[in-house]
């Protein structure tokens, strides 16, 4: 069955840096997703992407977010200047349609802890 | 926005033994309700999901009712085994958004 794959699994920052989380989605679907889980907190929603564009996106998605599809398998999360409350647990997910009743399906996340 | 509860935050069931899990959500609008399960360091997998113009629907020893009037789902897992234990998030969208809400889980423990 075809799965969702993330890197890296874990991925350790000091705060104020950089850090691009990498995803790739099921070949045929066309809907990506990124969510994050801070340790304790519900599954919360950060942004949809499709056809190169956000189509919705989460007031956490704030400018230090971004997104992007730099080929034709890869989708990526970049965090442009990390603070101590971006440690979370990364989920990408990817789903055929966006809107609509299609299944999201997801990856098996990337927890990023922030020094 | 939608905002989705989820009950109990722990259960402990003996095997052989039905477990239930409940969400209510805020938002009528809403009309897709996915389960998934979550078990230690792997990926949240979908294991059954139900759309607002059915009230119930079955997959062997797992069935989801809905409520729509009420605003509430439910997980019941009938004859549990010992590798039903897992993490369960519940979730709601409505057709015109992307995004899922979700449940804050449920710590499901089968003992044997």
């Known amino acids: 069955e075809p799965e969702v794959t993330q890197t890296p699994s874990h991925q350790v920052t000091q705060m104020g840096q950089e850090v691009i989380l990498r995803c790739v989605p099921i070949s045929n679907h066309l809907y990506f997703y990124w969510y994050r889980q801070i340790l304790g907190q519900k599954v919360e929603f950060l942004v949809s992407?499709?056809?190169?564009?956000?189509?919705?996106k989460s007031e956490i998605f704030d400018d230090q977010f971004s997104v992007e599809r730099p080929d034709g398998s890869n989708f990526t999360l970049k965090i442009r200047s990390t603070k101590l409350e971006d440690s979370a647990m990364y989920f990408c997910?990817?789903?055929?349609?966006?809107?609509?009743?299609?299944?999201?399906?997801f990856g098996d996340g990337t927890r990023l802890s922030i020094l | 926005g939608e905002n989705v509860e989820q009950h109990p935050s722990t259960l402990s069931v003996q095997e052989g033994d039905s477990a239930v899990i409940k969400c209510t959500y805020s938002d009528s609008a809403s009309n897709y309700f996915p389960w998934y399960k979550q078990e230690l360091g792997k990926r949240p997998q979908l294991i059954i999901d139900i759309r607002s113009n059915v009230g119930e629907k079955k997959d062997q020893r797992i069935a989801v009712t809905l409520n729509k009037t009420a605003k509430h789902f439910s997980l019941h897992i009938t004859e549990t085994q010992p590798e039903d234990s897992a993490v369960y998030f519940c979730?709601?969208?409505?057709?015109?958004?992307?995004?899922?809400?979700f449940g804050a889980g449920t710590t499901v423990t089968v003992r044997a």
């Open positions: 979730a709601a969208k409505r057709s015109n958004d992307y995004k899922l809400s």
């Open positions: 992407f499709y056809n190169n564009e956000i189509s919705e």
């Open positions: 997910a990817s789903s055929e349609t966006g809107t609509g009743l299609q299944p999201q399906h």
